[in-house]
């Protein structure tokens, strides 16, 4: 008792009582919870913050919470351990471009085709604040040109839930397998001064811009030498929005007066191209497709998603919170959903709230890194990598740039996503098979039953058998091919072929004799329907298509290309016709 009077007495004095009224010390009030003493103080003041873990990484106390749980980014220290007490967070490692070390250390992550944060970026050439003040600069350019009225698609969610999952409305078709009658995220068409007015104003409603400002069409890929790798990142006249022409303000910042491909140092254009050529080089990266500026409030959310291209994420304005997860864990507990699917490219595990018995391998097998952005640093996300995304200034705005694999190797980790989507496009672009019925046939070659589905006697049934044997090459020959990687580790350059018992518990196999297994996890609790995205309306008792008056001529009724074709022109999404008829070397 003694001991602890010269602790309370002059915080006694001046804490219920007074101006003089001041915020309790963190040290002080240990020192008094130790010795048994409760500081007469509001329960306001009363809380005591824990040293920041993450502060020497770039987190604040300020911060959001984070809206994932703990354990996706620990690190385990000893098999099976799912406490958040023993415990150590994994991190993306921070590698400074400005020091050659450090440079030589993200260069050798990136080969690796795995994430790292590049600090002091060359991406923006006199930083990324000079480009991207606040949201006030980016309006500023874009009432440089009022005279295009350019849209664009900006996503729309409740206040309430804050987080903004993108959609393919190509495949949002009515009356199909997955169809979704309300997406999570709407849609509204707006320019930026619009989204800045009605992002600062708007408190029921969220926004988030999401839009390729700056894009690679198909048909302008240029000619060869506008392509060569000693040159561009990106070729000249190609890269522009609808709407938006190279005389832009907002494009020339970012593409410069002279095009990106220009040699000399363009002073209209912010971002240094040619650092991003010499980084292509380095990396052996492919061309740039786009540009694509990404702008939200204070805790937006992007969930669990994933490209099928290499990403460089800038942040541009404020700070973001990352969670990068690898491509081993797809069809470990991360549960994607289908290729055919509105929602194609996300995770179907809500990290704010894991259903257990729904998703019952994510808490045991899922995890992953976290990082912290700040203005100019950079974010490597290699393709097929997971990726969380979480705003946390009130104004932030970042770069995506996207590029081609290139002359990259393909890692062993990436195999298994290349595989899947394949053979979901296929068996139902090709082989005609509904989208319904894509698990059940995958299920019948995983259990090796297709000659008791299929008659040898007729062309569809000899058909199918070709199928299933061309799913278990694919698989198979995809390890094969992963075999040059030395993934085994013993230096041979080979794989060594294992039963299905000796897989790992980290990820999927793929190889000779394996197809059975990959199989299993691909379709665990995947290509069905998602009925918890579309809850029915007790209103509503049934789907009843929209059914449209028939406007077909003659001749289009007896030949239904020329009627495709007529759909196609008017916008219509009608997929390319494919021959039914068996024909060697074609579809055969």
């Given amino acids: 008792a003694a001991a602890a009077a010269p602790v309370t007495g002059p915080w006694h004095a001046s804490d219920t009582r007074g101006r003089g009224r001041v915020k309790l010390r963190k040290a002080e009030a240990m020192r008094m919870i130790a010795a048994g003493i409760t500081p007469h103080l509001p329960a306001s003041q009363l809380r005591i913050e824990a040293p920041h873990a993450d502060a020497k990484f770039g987190g604040m106390p300020s911060d959001p919470p984070p809206r994932f749980p703990a354990y996706l980014i620990a690190k385990r220290s000893e098999k099976g351990a799912t406490g958040d007490a023993c415990l150590e967070r994994s991190y993306v490692p921070r590698c400074a471009i400005d020091h050659a070390v450090s440079y030589h250390d993200g260069m050798r992550h990136m080969r690796k085709a795995a994430p790292v944060v590049l600090t002091g970026s060359g991406v923006t050439k006199t930083g990324a604040k000079a480009w991207c003040a606040s949201f006030k600069r980016i309006v500023a350019l874009a009432n440089a040109d009022k005279s295009t009225g350019t849209k664009f698609n900006v996503m729309v969610n409740e206040a309430d839930a804050d987080r903004f999952v993108d959609y393919d409305a190509s495949k949002n078709v009515f009356g199909s397998f997955y169809h979704i009658r309300e997406p999570e995220t709407g849609r509204m068409e707006m320019d930026i001064p619009e989204f800045v007015t009605c992002a600062n104003t708007w408190t029921a409603r969220k926004l988030y811009f999401d839009t390729a400002i700056a894009e690679r069409l198909p048909e302008q890929y240029g000619s060869r030498e506008d392509n060569a790798d000693a040159g561009d990142a990106i070729p000249r006249g190609v890269y522009t929005h609808a709407g938006l022409g190279e005389s832009s303000p907002l494009m020339r910042s970012l593409l410069g007066r002279r095009g990106a491909c220009s040699e000399t140092v363009d002073e209209a254009c912010e971002i240094d191209w040619p650092w991003i050529r010499t980084l292509r080089h380095v990396q052996r990266l492919g061309p740039c497709f786009g540009v694509r500026l990404l702008a939200s409030a204070r805790g937006s959310l992007r969930p669990l998603h994933y490209a099928t291209e290499e990403r460089l994420l800038v942040q541009a304005l404020g700070r973001s919170r990352c969670v990068v997860i690898p491509p081993r864990h797809t069809f470990n507990g991360l549960y994607p959903y289908p290729v055919h699917h509105p929602y194609d490219k996300n995770s179907m595990v809500d990290l704010e709230d894991v259903d ?8 045991e097998n899922v995890r992953g890194s976290v990082c912290y952005l700040k203005p100019g640093e950079a974010l490597f996300v290699p393709r097929y990598h997971f990726l969380h995304v979480e705003s946390l200034e009130e104004e932030n705005a970042s770069l995506s740039f996207s590029f081609g694999s290139g002359a990259r190797a ?18 139902v672009s090709t082989e005609q098979i509904k989208e319904r ?6 299920g019948v070659i995983r259990d090796g039953e297709e000659l008791e589905w299929c008659n040898l006697d007729t062309v569809p049934g000899y058909r199918r058998v070709v199928m299933a044997q061309m799913v278990r090459d694919a698989i198979e020959e995809a390890g094969e091919d992963d075999s040059d990687d030395d993934s085994d580790g013993d230096g041979d350059g080979d794989v060594d072929e294992k039963d299905d018992s000796d897989q790992p518990e980290e990820g999927v196999c793929l190889g000779r004799g394996r197809w059975r297994s990959f199989l299993e996890r691909m379709l665990d609790r995947r290509l069905e329907s998602t009925p918890w995205l579309t809850p029915r309306d007790p209103l509503l008792l049934k789907d009843t298509p929209k059914l449209l008056e ?3 001529t003659e001749w289009e009724r007896k030949y239904p290309e020329f009627f495709r074709k007529k759909l196609q022109r008017e916008g219509w999404n009608v997929p390319d016709a494919v021959s039914t008829v068996p024909i060697p070397g074609v579809n055969i």
């Avoid at 019925?437 to 995958?442: A, E, I, R, S």
């Fill in 356 to 363: 257990d018995r729904m998703w019952p391998l994510f808490k």
């Fill in 410 to 427: 393909r890692s062993p980790e990436q195999a298994g996503v290349i595989v899947s989507r394949s053979l979901e496009e296929r068996l």
């Fill in 437 to 442: 019925d894509v698990k059940f046939w995958l």
């Fill in 550 to 552: 028939d406007t077909r």
